[in-house]
């Protein structure tokens, strides 16, 4: 037995636009949480355990009116990304000797190389 309505469904409210995305808070400028380099940070592997996928972890910590801009991210695997936030920098640096500020520097310039390859490609083509 099917049942079918005898009159349409009316919806009781409006849909509203959706709201666009906030770019200040309190007058200071939000930087995304997810721009092209933690796009690409997510196709790195961890720099703990070097297997992926890997999450981009922002180094220093976003929030807390700190400004940890998309350049500032180095990719970890969710249980490494999880212990860093539980323990804090200086144990997670000594439990599994790396240094993420060095990390982040290195992840920032295989991007940037990375980048200009990819521009070399689209001005040039395939070489």
């Known amino acids: 037995m099917t049942l079918t309505r005898r009159t349409r469904?009316?919806?009781r409210t409006?849909?509203?636009?959706?709201?666009?995305?906030?770019?200040?808070?309190?007058g200071v400028p939000?930087?995304?949480a997810f721009g092209p380099q933690a796009a690409l940070c997510r196709d790195l592997p961890c720099v703990v355990c070097r297997r992926g996928p890997s999450d981009p972890h922002h180094e220093p910590p976003r929030g807390r009116r700190?400004?940890?801009g998309d350049e500032n991210t180095v990719p970890l695997c969710r249980p490494h990304h999880d212990e860093r936030h539980?323990?804090?920098a200086e144990a997670f640096e000594a439990r599994h000797n790396v240094d993420l500020l060095a990390e982040r520097q290195r992840v920032r310039?295989?991007?940037?190389?990375?980048?200009?390859?990819?521009?070399?490609?689209?001005?040039?083509?395939v070489p």
């Open 9 to 11: 469904l009316a919806r």
């Open 14 to 26: 409006r849909l509203r636009p959706r709201a666009a995305p906030k770019t200040t808070v309190r």
């Open 30 to 32: 939000v930087a995304p």
């Open 66 to 68: 700190r400004d940890s």
């Open 86 to 88: 539980a323990i804090g």
């Open 109 to 125: 310039t295989l991007l940037a190389e990375l980048r200009d390859r990819l521009d070399d490609i689209a001005t040039n083509g």
